[in-house]
């Protein structure tokens, strides 16, 4: 077997998309796919590293809502299992759907509140965690956009990843249906104030906005995907 039959496999085809929808060089999402098992078994350590870290919200909340508190891991493990299942010839435009939503929303609002409210996060983690939870949130948006290789998010795809996300901000920030709030553990209490308003509204703000944006990338992929082959089919 060869290098490639043993990380990953051939990549897919690429439909020609805009940048605004497929921003990574083509020479780069090629690589993803040919180590693809490398990228699921960096997304798999991620995630056990992201379950040691809420360890101690796992302590804290009943384990009925459990499946909410973990939210950066979840994505990694979302990613990992899309890319696993297109490498073993099983692509899941559910998975896919799911991994982006959660690696952009996720990837996007851990840096957001690591810079909004830096003072403490960096007093608490010290500056080699802050790096690095800062970088690899942000490595995990790179990631996501190679998924439009494998999926060109069909609306039942989209629908539900928004409706699992939609459900989870709920949970973290608005209407837990047992206990408290499930969102990530923030260096400050919830009803400090911060500027004009409160630490808990701030971080909500953002979680909203990072809601509704891969479900505006997902559908203009798509209007996209769809644009690009109507024009390679011709008249």
């Given at each position: 077997?060869d290098?490639?039959?043993?990380?990953?496999?051939?990549?897919?085809?690429?439909?020609?998309?805009p940048?605004?929808?497929?921003?990574?060089?083509?020479?780069l999402?090629?690589?993803?796919?040919r180590f693809a098992?490398?990228?699921?078994?960096?997304?798999?350590?991620?995630t056990a590293?992201?379950?040691?870290?809420?360890?101690?919200q796992?302590q804290a909340?009943p384990?009925?809502?459990?499946?909410?508190i973990?939210?950066s891991p979840g994505?990694?493990l979302l990613?990992?299992?899309a890319l696993?299942?297109?490498?073993?010839g099983?692509?899941?435009?559910?998975?896919?759907?799911?991994?982006?939503f959660?690696?952009?929303?996720?990837?996007?609002?851990?840096?957001?509140?690591?810079?909004?409210?830096?003072?403490?996060?960096?007093?608490?983690?010290?500056?080699?965690?802050y790096?690095?939870?800062?970088?690899?949130?942000?490595?995990?948006?790179?990631?996501?956009?190679?998924?439009h290789?494998?999926t060109?998010?069909p609306l039942?795809?989209?629908?539900?990843?928004?409706?699992?996300?939609?459900?989870?901000?709920?949970?973290?920030y608005?209407v837990?249906?047992?206990g408290?709030?499930?969102?990530t553990a923030l260096?400050?209490a919830d009803?400090?104030?911060w500027?004009?308003?409160?630490v808990?509204?701030?971080?909500a703000?953002?979680?909203?906005?990072?809601t509704?944006?891969?479900l505006?990338?997902?559908?203009?992929?798509r209007?996209?995907?769809l644009?690009?082959?109507?024009?390679d089919?011709?008249?």
């Amino acid at each position: 077997m060869d290098i490639v039959g043993a990380l990953g496999r051939d990549p897919p085809d690429r439909d020609s998309l805009p940048r605004w929808v497929a921003p990574l060089p083509k020479r780069l999402e090629d690589v993803a796919f040919r180590f693809a098992w490398v990228i699921v078994a960096i997304n798999l350590v991620g995630t056990a590293f992201g379950f040691w870290y809420y360890r101690f919200q796992f302590q804290a909340l009943p384990t009925e809502m459990w499946i909410f508190i973990p939210d950066s891991p979840g994505a990694t493990l979302l990613i990992a299992l899309a890319l696993g299942a297109w490498a073993l010839g099983r692509s899941s435009d559910t998975l896919a759907a799911l991994a982006f939503f959660g690696n952009v929303k996720l990837g996007l609002w851990t840096p957001y509140v690591l810079v909004v409210f830096y003072p403490q996060f960096l007093a608490n983690s010290g500056p080699a965690l802050y790096a690095f939870l800062l970088v690899s949130h942000l490595a995990m948006v790179v990631q996501a956009f190679v998924l439009h290789r494998i999926t060109d998010f069909p609306l039942r795809a989209v629908a539900v990843a928004t409706a699992w996300y939609t459900v989870d901000l709920l949970m973290d920030y608005f209407v837990p249906v047992v206990g408290e709030v499930t969102h990530t553990a923030l260096p400050y209490a919830d009803a400090e104030p911060w500027f004009t308003t409160t630490v808990l509204q701030v971080a909500a703000a953002g979680a909203v906005v990072l809601t509704v944006v891969p479900l505006f990338w997902a559908l203009g992929t798509r209007i996209a995907t769809l644009r690009s082959r109507a024009s390679d089919a011709g008249p």
